[in-house]
């Protein structure tokens, strides 16, 4: 079964409101979390890593006061984007590292956003 | 820097034909090797993996072996199914970050 979930799968927005997705690691805890960017028939883009605890660490021209990066607890990393614009549209992947004996990251299933 | 690069889609094949994605990788040092699968709408999902050189990874019929001296990490089945379409990502590890390649779409005719 799934070991991350995020939440909602999809989500649809008007411009300049802001939309939160949460990514939850369901059988580990996770210091460790990371946000990427997928763009339609792209590859994945590294956005930031979320440290439980600390600040998110972002990625060269990700803008972080746009993307907020929230690591509360071992199991759960928001992601927010404020005041969301249609170039916002995208779908949004987690991951989060469980530093067990197999040291595996594990993919949420992805959050699409659509701002109109 | 790290990077990875795999061969262009989109790639159409008839059912029960062989599949060869060619992925190579340029990476200091000995990176983990790895190959994602994404379904329509859905994330991604560990397809197979190899930590060091020579091994293989192999899962639903695919397999890849970790070549260190072309550093490739080719995914190969010899029979698809129409299941198997889908977008393959082949991607490194270094320490705790990925680097993916572009992907590659996979469709498979019945």
């Known amino acids: 079964g799934a070991v991350v979930s995020q939440h909602p799968s999809r989500v649809i927005c008007k411009s300049g409101t802001s939309v939160k997705i949460e990514c939850r690691s369901l059988d580990f805890q996770a210091t460790t979390m990371f946000w990427y960017r997928q763009f339609p028939k792209k590859s994945l883009m590294l956005m930031a890593t979320?440290?439980?605890?600390?600040?998110?660490?972002?990625e060269q021209g990700v803008e972080k006061d746009k993307f907020l990066i929230n690591h509360a607890s071992l199991t759960l990393s928001t992601l927010t984007v404020t005041s969301a614009h249609p170039e916002d549209s995208s779908f949004y992947i987690c991951?989060?590292?469980?530093?067990?004996?197999?040291?595996?990251?594990?993919f949420g299933p992805g959050t699409r956003l659509t701002v109109l | 820097g790290n990077s990875v690069t795999q061969m262009e889609g989109p790639v159409t094949l008839s059912e029960e034909a062989f599949l060869t994605i060619n992925c190579t990788y340029t990476a200091t040092g000995y990176p983990s090797l790895f190959w994602y699968v994404q379904y329509p709408g859905e994330g991604l999902q560990l397809l197979l993996k190899?930590?060091?050189?020579?091994d293989k990874g192999s899962n639903k019929g695919f397999e890849a072996t970790y070549r260190k001296e072309t550093t490739s990490f080719h995914l190969e089945k010899g029979s698809v199914q129409v299941s198997d379409s889908a977008v393959y990502f082949c991607a490194l590890r270094r320490g705790q970050n990925f680097v993916f390649g572009p992907g590659t779409r996979l469709s498979v005719l019945p």
């Open positions: 190899a930590t060091k050189a020579d």
């Open positions: 979320s440290n439980e605890g600390s600040k998110a660490t972002y």
């Open positions: 991951s989060a590292r469980d530093r067990g004996i197999t040291d595996t990251q594990y």
